[in-house]
């Protein structure tokens, strides 16, 4: 991770942050919300993104899943079942545990 990514992933946080405070605030105020979608940028550099690659079907859509609601948790949002959230983070980072247990054996 260089200090420009980590920069720029900051910035794009604070700045979604903002934008959902305004949304909430506006809402709120009983104004209308102007309509529009949030885009899930995701760095291919990462190795945790790289993954993706490399898996499917149900374990694709675990990892996928995981990174929406982390953007969605830094965002400032509330996530509609944070029990679930934690049990994926829990059983992925198990995974990976796992597979560099087998990698230093191996």
Known sequence: ??????????????TRAVYLRMRRLLSQAGEQVPAGKPTLELNPDHPLVGRLRDVEGEEFDEWAMLFLEQARLSAGAVLEAPALFVRRLNRLMGQLTEEASTEEVG
């Open 1 to 14: 991770c260089t200090e420009f990514s980590v920069t720029y992933c900051t910035r794009y946080i604070l």
